[in-house]
T-cell receptor, first 114, second 112 residues
Framework: TQLLEQSPQFLSIQEGENLTVYCNSS?????LQWYRQEPGEGPVLLVT?????EVKKLKRLTFQFGDARKDSSLHITAAQTGDTGLYLC??????????????FGQGTILTVHP | EAQVTQNPRYLITVTGKKLTVTCSQNMNHEYMSWYRQDPGLGLRQIYYSMNVEVTDKGDVPEGYKVSRKEKRNFPLILESPSPNQTSLYFC???????????FGEGSRLTVL
């Protein structure tokens, strides 16, 4: 089973600050997805990155896929209270018997204080 | 509205009392999966199904059963629940084997 280490596990910041969440693995993924989960709801897909070195922007959120497709980061600029939630990365296995299977990171609980 | 519906949302039960968590999707998705979510462990896959009558074990299948008799439904069965199955369970579906997963709202199960 491929592992995906997500850090930090908890992040508590003030509104207006910037932050970065990391997902790291020793394995190569064919793509990497980022989900956001709010209390009492299921995760919802934010973005999928596919190409090594790819950068995608979603308003104040910037997602990057590492050149070797083993790691990814999520950067939030000028965080708002509405960004509060659990952020999950999920890597799609690149080959072998687990091809296509999603491996989830442990999640980052982000709390943005007003 | 496209959605994945799970029931019940909350359940408290006792050790050994069989229970079923239902999951239904209205998007004609082929792929469906069950996950459990525990603090610090992220989402771990229990079982998945590629299509009707095609199911396979995920990473943590012990103590669970599933069936896929119809494309839209994928129930999770706990034949004899134990306290270590206390968790938040999510059903998810996707169009194919890869791609975006659509999740239900979760079912919080407590086994006493």
């Amino acid at each position: 089973t491929q592992l995906l280490e997500q850090s930090p596990q908890f992040l508590s910041i003030q509104e207006g600050e910037n932050l970065t969440v990391y997902c790291n693995s020793s394995s190569v993924f064919s793509s990497l997805q980022w989900y956001r989960q709010e209390p009492g709801e299921g995760p919802v897909l934010l973005v999928t990155v596919v190409t090594g070195g790819e950068v995608k922007k979603l308003k104040r959120l910037t997602f990057q896929f590492g050149d070797a497709r083993k790691d990814s980061s999520l950067h939030i600029t000028a965080a708002q209270t509405g960004d509060t939630g659990l952020y999950l990365c999920a890597g799609e296995n690149a080959g072998g018997t687990s091809y296509g299977k999603l491996t989830f990171g442990q999640g980052t609980i982000l709390t943005v204080h007003p | 509205e496209a959605q994945v519906t799970q029931n019940p949302r909350y359940l408290i039960t006792v050790t050994g009392k069989k229970l079923t968590v239902t999951c239904s999707q209205n998007m004609n998705h082929e792929y469906m999966s069950w996950y459990r979510q525990d603090p610090g462990l992220g989402l771990r896959q229990i079982y998945y199904s590629m299509n009707v009558e095609v199911t396979d074990k995920g990473d943590v299948p012990e103590g669970y059963k599933v069936s896929r008799k119809e494309k839209r439904n994928f129930p999770l069965i706990l034949e004899s629940p134990s306290p270590n199955q206390t968790s938040l369970y999510f059903c998810a579906s996707s169009l194919g084997w890869t791609g975006e997963l659509f999740f239900g709202e979760g079912s919080r199960l407590t086994v006493l």
